[in-house]
């Protein structure tokens, strides 16, 4: 037995070198408990920054959406699966606390990230004298939120029916903004389809104990349905992602010849000339995909509705499509036209896109 004694000296020294790391250990421990508030406001601003600078690499690019939207949402909808599998086996102790920790952070980067993704596109489809910059403004509060360690661990995620509603609400701006890439649909159905998908994901994935129970699932079916048609009461709300106008105004030029296709708009129109020839309304949009909606000119002089008519559309190429109407003299049935005018684009289904102001004057 007397060989084993030689192992003695590096036992100790295996001991010693293991309590000298444990006890650096405690030490970087206290150091980071000692200043973690400000390690978590440095990892806010680091937060922050990240989400500004997804914002300028992917802004306005929606040949990124299929493929970052959908692996973001992809992996989203599974860290919240694992987060759900992970609460019914992980019962008690700190074993669950590390859990909890761990898939807060993650989830909290993929929320971040989500949120400022979805940002700019919706920033871009937003007119601010409209009330879709209430949707954007949330987005927006949203997104700056997620990057806040301290409201979003202590408030967001400890307060289940607030953390719910931030879930829910960022699977409909998700859906909104992928569905009308992927489905040839007008948005007044993506929109009842963004918020169906989304209510009915949030249960399975929230509350798939309940979803799955007996006459259960006809229920999360009635309230995906409920919800849908109270999103297209409301739709007006919405911005009208993915369209983005990005030139609109009235010109004497005949939209319909082939050459004309970046018309210059004016602001004021003679009276003698308008009793000449036709006034053409137009609008260039920009969408990653064809239209799949109708559009309709409102022409309003005050606040009066003098003409609705229906806009014919064009491709430009680039992912741009002109939009235009024409209204005669002899169409408004009033005598004397002078004033002004605003002319309101909306899709078949009322949703909001622009207005334009001019005047006709003798």
């Not at 400890?158 to 040839?184: D, Q, T």
């Not at 992602?241 to 082939?258: A, F, I, K, N």
């Not at 559009?295 to 430009?316: K, P």
Request: charge should be positive; include cysteine; aromatic fraction near 16%.
């Amino acid at each position: 037995d007397l060989p084993i004694l030689d192992f003695l000296p590096s036992l100790n020294d295996n001991v010693r070198v293991m309590h000298r790391i444990f006890a650096l250990w405690q030490h970087f421990k206290h150091k980071m408990l000692k200043h973690e508030k400000v390690l978590w406001a440095i990892h806010s601003v680091w937060a922050l920054t990240y989400g500004v600078l997804i914002m300028v690499f992917f802004k306005g690019d929606f040949g990124q959406v299929r493929k970052l939207l959908m692996s973001l949402m992809f992996l989203m909808l599974l860290i919240i699966a694992f987060d759900r599998i992970a609460e019914r086996e992980t019962k008690t102790g700190d074993k669950k606390r590390g859990v909890k920790l761990v898939l807060n952070y993650v989830m909290k980067n993929m929320y971040q990230a989500l949120y400022f993704f979805m940002l700019p596109f919706y920033w871009d489809a937003t007119q601010m004298d409209s009330i879709h910059w209430l949707f954007t403004a949330a987005v927006g509060v949203l997104a700056v939120l997620s990057t806040q360690d301290l409201f979003f661990d202590n408030f967001l995620m400890e307060h289940k029916w607030i953390r719910n509603a931030y879930y829910a609400f960022c699977l409909f701006a998700s859906f909104h903004l992928l569905l009308p890439v992927l489905m040839p649909f007008p948005l007044h159905y993506t929109i009842m389809l963004s918020a169906f998908f989304a209510v009915f994901a949030f249960f399975v994935l929230h509350m798939p104990q309940f979803v799955w129970k007996e006459k259960h699932f006809r229920w999360v079916l009635v309230i995906a349905m409920g919800s849908a048609a109270g999103c297209y009461t409301v739709r007006q709300l919405v911005p009208p992602v993915p369209y983005r106008v990005v030139q609109s105004g009235v010109t004497g030029e005949d939209l319909t010849l082939p050459g004309e296709a970046y018309p210059t708009g004016v602001h004021f129109i003679s009276a003698a000339d308008y009793r000449e020839r036709p006034m053409m309304a137009f609008q260039i949009i920009q969408s990653p995909t064809f239209p799949h909606d109708f559009f309709w000119h409102e022409y309003r002089r005050g606040s009066e509705l003098v003409s609705r008519q229906h806009v014919a559309r064009r491709h430009l190429g680039d992912n741009r499509y002109l939009l235009y109407s024409r209204l005669s003299y002899d169409q408004i049935g009033v005598g004397d036209p002078t004033g002004d005018w605003t002319l309101v684009l909306r899709t078949e289904g009322g949703i909001y896109l622009k207005s334009h102001f001019f005047t006709i004057v003798e």
